[in-house]
């Protein structure tokens, strides 16, 4: 193990399985302590994710919340402080995708995505931050969608877009504090939430990718590393894209 992050703690939304996941294993391998979150029916996985999380000698536990409910936020956070005491790493990884084009979008489709996306940087970022008072890191999943758009995605990119502006402002806020507020736009990642993408539709975006393949979420669980590290100190306010290219 290394042992860059060792005795701080880092909170990562969304984190029983996908990016959120790899993240979590890649702030533990650096002996960072983890505090996995997801919704309740996720808990057996986020349990297994703690047990793989732990072989590797550091203090983990899981925690359920619906990312997207203030109430549901507010109460894992009090329990979180009662044993993690503070928080130095924030990840808003948790979302969802529910596609369609806007004419045919229904309004549950809209609020769903604005609501677990979008809402839940507020609840997640407002509630943790008393957490947080030596400094720290923010960073939160945006996308490649947020900054050039994606057909069917206008409840999605809306989201990832309102992280960018989300990310900017609090950079200027947080500064003084010594916390850093960062996001990443990844394009086309391998997990559950890309499964969904047609095997036509991925062939004519392989064409489009200048590496010719998707990226791994141990990809994005990298660049989280170094924007969670004391050598991304003074980066903040950025949109960092992690995407093979795609977005040029
Ligand atoms: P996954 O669908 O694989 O994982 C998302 C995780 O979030 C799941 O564990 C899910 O739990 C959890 N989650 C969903 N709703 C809530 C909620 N209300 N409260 C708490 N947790 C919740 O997605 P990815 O790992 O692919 O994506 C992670 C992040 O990266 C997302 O924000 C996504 O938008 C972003 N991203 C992903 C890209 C990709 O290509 N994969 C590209 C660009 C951005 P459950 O399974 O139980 O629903």
Redesign the pocket.
Known sequence: MDTKLKGKNALI??S?????KSIALALAKEGCNIVI???T??MEEAEKTVDEIKALGVNAEAFA????DYESVEKMVTEIQKKFQKIDILVN????TKDRTLKKMAKEEWYDVIN??LNSIYNMTHLVLPLMPDGGRIIS?S?IAGLGGNFGQTNYSATKAGIVGFTKSLSKELGKNKITVNAIA????K????EKIPVMVLEQLMELIPMKEMGL?EDVADLAVFLASEQSKYITGQVIRIDGGLGM
Do not use: E, Q
């Open positions: 939304t969304g029983s399985r996908g990016i959120g979150n997801d919704i029916p996720a919340a619906d990312v997207s990884n948790a979302g969802i677990i996306n999943l996308s990844p394009g086309f990642i997990s559950k939430m890309t979420p």
